[in-house]
């Protein structure tokens, strides 16, 4: 069948418009569109970023290093606080520090045993049962300042005896320990010729000496000078 003419409006009857035609408007959106997908388009669209140095790289990392162990120290110390709260530990740390408490004491006690009998009788039946599984003693104190010879005499008696009497007194307000007493005879230029010692039991004294007491007695003593002569004596209260 023959094609139909196309009619259309006469030349003159048209408005004069500037008239572009659609291949050519076309084929340029598709030329700028191909453009803005290529790779060196999308590279120079593409938002550059500042420019960093590695040692400000480096600066970052440590910083984020510094602000983790901050925040796993601090996680560290919380749980540390709230496991000395917890009930059972706190329980646990008084327990031990009143066992330390009466450990001391205990020691304490035993070390001056002899001074807490001496100024407390009603105290001495405890301290005898506090050393029993301990094995320890209760003794009278040594205070041999407070010991005195308030006299004294050493008088010949038969052949190579001689009779030494003495009187011994305690300053102490509380029971010393008796002591013993170093005899010591001189000759004419007081040079020590020959020296005993009388411990109490020689003496057969008390094991105590009372407090602001007096305790006086009499002693026979076996000297032997090899010749020498004895002019004089001392006498010298001590603990052995």
């Keep these: 069948m023959p094609s139909e003419p196309v009619v259309g409006p006469a030349p003159d009857v048209l408005p004069s418009v500037d008239f572009v035609q659609p291949s050519v408007v076309e084929a340029s959106v598709a030329l700028e569109l191909v453009a803005d997908d290529s790779p060196v388009a999308a590279l120079q669209a593409r938002p550059r970023l500042p420019a960093c140095s590695p040692a400000e790289v480096d600066g970052a990392e440590d910083d984020e290093t510094h602000d ?11 749980r540390r606080k709230a496991f000395w709260r917890k009930p059972l530990v706190r329980g646990v740390l008084v327990l031990g520090v009143l ?8 020691q304490m006690v035993v070390q001056e045993r002899d001074r807490i009998s001496a100024m407390d009788a009603r105290a001495r039946p405890w301290l005898l049962s506090l050393c029993e599984p ?9 205070q041999i300042a407070d010991v005195v010879i308030d006299s004294s005499s050493f008088n010949k008696a038969r052949g190579d005896s001689y009779l030494l009497a003495f009187a011994m007194k305690s300053k102490a307000d509380i029971p010393l320990a008796m002591p013993a ?17 009388l411990l109490p039991a020689d003496m057969a004294a008390q094991a105590e000496l009372l407090a602001r007491g007096e305790w006086s007695t009499s002693v026979s003593v076996i000297v032997t000078t090899g010749g020498a002569r004895v002019a004089g004596y001392r006498l010298l209260a001590f603990y052995p």
């Design 68 to 78: 983790a162990d901050q925040e796993v120290s601090f996680v560290v110390a919380a």
């Design 99 to 106: 066992l330390l408490t009466l450990g001391l004491v205990v």
């Design 134 to 142: 301990l094995r320890c003693e209760i003794a009278p104190q040594r």
């Design 181 to 197: 007493v170093e005899l010591t005879l001189t000759d004419a230029q007081d040079q020590p010729v020959l020296r005993r010692v």
